[in-house]
């Protein structure tokens, strides 16, 4: 009779046990499984999700750290958005900037080319554009046996006497 007791107890025990141990399971498990899902969701992008407090033990003081690191983490989210938006429109200015640049040095090039290669007074070819279309000429007709060139100078004698008393402008 004292051994059917025990046997009892013993029974007892290992059931209470069994029931003790799936009560601690569920107590520990739900808890971070609502966790795991809203790591998941931060994860993806979703800061819109917060984990329910619904204790004030251990497991409900790391949803309230949790919900708050969220939050911040969504403040700074924001401000990191509004710091990009506000970084692309300086970007796009400057680059708006640096074309207008561009394509004014584009013209002041193109301007100290046609300077350099045409005479101030008479606006006409000068001679270093002259020389230049003549050496192509040249190159030209060592290639092509049939291509003929001529060139004629014309020079005026005691012109410089002309500029020296009268001026450029005459």
Do not use: C, W
Request: net charge negative.
């Amino acid at each position: 009779e004292i051994l059917q007791t025990i046997l009892v107890a013993g029974i007892g025990a290992v059931f209470v046990g069994i029931l003790l141990s799936f009560r601690l399971i569920t107590y520990f498990n739900t808890p971070i499984r609502n966790m795991i899902n809203l790591f998941k969701e931060v994860e993806k992008g979703d800061l819109s999700q917060r984990i329910g407090v619904g204790y004030s033990d251990e497991f409900g003081n790391v949803n309230i750290y949790l919900n708050h690191m969220i939050d911040r983490l969504q403040q700074m989210t924001v401000s990191l958005e509004q710091q990009v938006n506000e970084r692309t429109a300086q970007l796009s200015q400057a680059n708006r900037q640096l074309q207008v640049e561009l394509i004014e040095r584009k013209h002041v090039q193109d301007q100290l080319a046609y300077t350099a290669l045409h005479d101030p007074l008479t606006d006409i070819p000068n001679r270093t554009l002259f020389m230049d279309r003549l050496q192509h000429v040249m190159e030209r007709a060592k290639r092509h046996t049939e291509f003929s060139y001529a060139v004629l100078f014309i020079d005026l004698d005691h012109f410089k006497v002309v500029n020296d008393s009268l001026g450029h402008n005459i």
